[in-house]
Nanobody, 114 residues
Framework: VQLQASGGGLVQPGGSLRLSCVGS????????MSWYRQPPGQQRELVAS???????NYGDSVKGRATISRDNRENTVELQLNTLKSADTGVYYC?????????WGQGTLVTVSS
């Protein structure tokens, strides 16, 4: 099982980014797919999740700025994050969860800075 995250990088405040996570050896259609992030020196936190029927949940810090989407045909989950702030800086991880079993991707670094 592998979850390959991409799309991170250096972004200016107020900008946008789109992260993508591609699954291999796993059918993401069977999993709750989530994006987490870990800011420097802080604990990992939930950014957004989408369950198998498409219901979405967002962390308070990104509500109104984030959209999570899944494409089961492409076996991918994406995160669109707008109006970026310095507080959005961190390593972003995708996760596939099912009945207590979790698979994590390797993370992609997002740095919001001018």
């Amino acid at each position: 099982v592998q979850l390959q995250a991409s799309g991170g990088g250096l972004v200016q405040p107020g900008g946008s980014l789109r992260l993508s996570c591609v699954g291999s050896g796993i059918l993401i259609s069977r999993y709750v797919m989530s994006w987490y992030r870990q800011p420097p020196g802080q604990q990992r936190e939930l950014v957004a999740s989408v369950n198998i029927v498409g219901e979405r949940n967002y962390g308070d810090s990104v509500k109104g700025r984030a959209t999570i989407s899944r494409d089961n045909r492409e076996n991918t989950v994406e995160l669109q994050l707008n109006t970026l702030k310095s507080a959005d800086t961190g390593v972003y991880y995708c996760k596939a969860g099912l009945r207590g079993v979790s698979h994590w991707g390797q993370g992609t670094l997002v740095t919001v800075s001018s």
